[in-house]
Structure formats: C-alpha cells, structure tokens
C-alpha cells in the first residue's frame, strides 16, 4: 500500500492500525505517516486516560510525518464530563495525535464545539517543532506533561486524575526551562495571558478529573 500510494505522485496521508500489537511505533515511520499505539477507545474517562498512557510510552518515537495514534476523540459523545473532554482534547493535542472528531458533527453542543474549536490548543497539535509531550512529573493521582514547541517556547498540563481537588506545581527542572528562567504564561482554555511571570515554578488549582494547560514563552530578563 505504501508503495501503491507513493506511485500516484501526489501526498497522500497513510495512517496504520494494528491497535499497537507489534510495537508499530519502532518501525511503521518507513511505511506511513501515523499508527495506531493502542486498542480502540471508548467514551470513558478510564479508557481515553489509558490510551493517554499507551501512547506516551512511545513519545520518542513520534516526529514531523509520523505520528503515534491513541485512537479518535471521543470528545461530544455524551460518555464524559466537559472537563474530562478537555484534558481528552489537551492531551491529544499536546501528543501530537491525530485530532480525528469521532462524534456527529451534525449535532455539536456549544460546549463541545468550544474544545473542538480551541484554535489555541490545535496550534499545538500543530507545532511545526513536531515534539510529543511526556509526563515529566508523577505523584500519585497528579500529574504533569510537557513539551517542547517551536520558539522555545513550552506547553505544560497539569492533570489530575483524582476526584478530589489538587495543587499541581510544573518545576522548570522537571519541563526543561533553564533555571531562573522568567516565563509568561498563557491560560490555553481561558485564553488569558497570567498577569504575573514565573520563575523556577508554575502552581494552579485544578479540580477533580480536570487539568490546566498553559503556553510558557520565555522573557527577557529585563521584563
């Protein structure tokens, strides 16, 4: 099929499913532009955080024109809370995953073409850098993912996994910001650049089975 595609002279995406049993990650870059890391999902927090973890396994692997697939969004199907849907979404695209809609887009709520339609959060899906995120930081039921971006810039989630609320801090050891380094940061789904700056550490509330996610760009150390 690769062969067959690459013969019509035209650029033809071709993503490969085998739901991850032979490790496509190691070796389907030489045959196609995404695989498939994990089984298929389904429209619960259980399974779309599992997925999260399968694919994360192989993030080293991923680069611009091929890309590790946990499986569609299940973003709008009902099965999940809204803030669910969006560390769903925040995950996928901080992953460099496949944005691929798996609900009917026939009958989108308001609520859900907000997080279909974050253009904030599909521009880093889209990062021409082409870095997956990793967990750079787990304690316990919490958790944060980071990723390098084009401009040294840095997109972080705190996620929490717990039905309680928690304090998540990002320590810029652990995300790869040199130390002392000032940092602006923009809310991703509130749309709001941080009044304050950041040194060494950014901390937020999240509440129960939700996450923050946040674009820090450094600064000059004159501001």
Known sequence: ????????GRPIFLSLCEWGD???????????NSWRTTMDINDSWESMVSRADQNEVYAEHARPGGWNDPDMLEVGNGGMSNDEYIVHFSLWAASKAP????????????ETLAILGNEEVIAVNQDPLG???KKVRMEGDHEVWAGPLSG?????????RSPEFRIITAQWDDIGIP????????????????????????KADVRPHA???FLLTPLPLSQ
Not at 179 to 201: C, G, Q, S, Y
């Open 131 to 133: 870095v997956q995120a």
């Open 22 to 32: 032979m490790h496509p990650a190691l070796w389907a870059d030489k045959l196609g």
């Open 152 to 160: 040294y810039r840095t997109v972080i989630v705190l996620l929490n």
């Open 99 to 110: 944005l691929l809609i798996g609900c009917d887009v026939r009958s989108l709520s308001k």
């Open 179 to 202: 130390p002392n380094t000032i940092v602006e940061a923009r809310d991703l789904w509130k749309h709001t650049t941080m009044d304050k700056r950041f040194v060494n550490k950014l």
């Open 211 to 213: 996450c923050k996610m």
């Open 1 to 8: 099929m690769t062969r067959a595609l690459m013969s019509t």
